[in-house]
């Protein structure tokens, strides 16, 4: 089987379009309907990406695993606390990936990254930790969240709070990818 190229439209609906539906049906129906939605869109957008890329990317997956687990106990038992305990254990386990990679001798941020990102050992190790502890904030936010406010803070923060810390966090690599950065060989 040979591999297509995703659309990059395609592949950012595929990624940012679940938590985008899921945020849609909250707000027009609840959080049970959101939590189908979420389950639905996720499970999608993983055949999606296997359509086109021949494989199933690692992450997807234990996000797709997890979102339908969760999810689904969620809608069974009609018991929020279900979903709003997913993305402490996403990022947990993500966390705890990352450590036991680099404790195995395998970087999994330069795996994934490798081929968007090109720096020297030091400096995907440097990232690598950087994430680790980024997750683990993330966890311990969350559970503060659900645990302390209410369900539509919860939301509201998962969608744009945690989306938003990503996209800062990344912005606050510029200097670490800039000093450990190495020269692209296919530039002539």
Do not use: C
Not at 37 to 60: C, D, N, Q
Not at 131 to 151: C, H, Y
């Amino acid at each position: 089987m040979s591999q297509r190229q995703m659309p990059q439209g395609i592949k950012t609906a595929t990624e940012l379009g679940p938590i985008g539906l899921f945020f849609g049906a909250y707000y027009l129906y609840d959080l049970y309907v959101a939590t189908g939605v979420i389950i639905v869109t996720t499970l999608i957008g993983l055949a999606i990406s296997y359509y086109y890329e021949r494989k199933l990317p690692l992450m997807p997956v234990v996000t797709a695993v997890i979102v339908t687990i969760f999810g689904g106990l969620t809608l069974y038992l009609q018991d929020e606390t279900f979903i709003k305990m997913k993305p402490t254990i996403i990022y947990f386990l993500f966390a705890t990936a990352l450590v036991a990679g680099l404790l195995l001798k395998k970087n999994f941020v330069q795996v994934i990254f490798g081929n968007v990102w090109k720096l020297d050992e030091d400096g995907w190790s440097k990232l690598t930790w950087r994430l680790v502890v980024f997750f683990l904030a993330m966890a311990v936010v969350n559970e503060i969240v659900w645990r302390q406010f209410s369900t539509e803070l919860w939301v509201n923060i998962k969608v744009f709070g945690f989306t938003a810390a990503t996209f800062v966090f990344f912005l606050m690599q510029m200097p670490l990818f800039k000093k450990h950065g190495l020269e692209s060989d296919s530039e002539s």
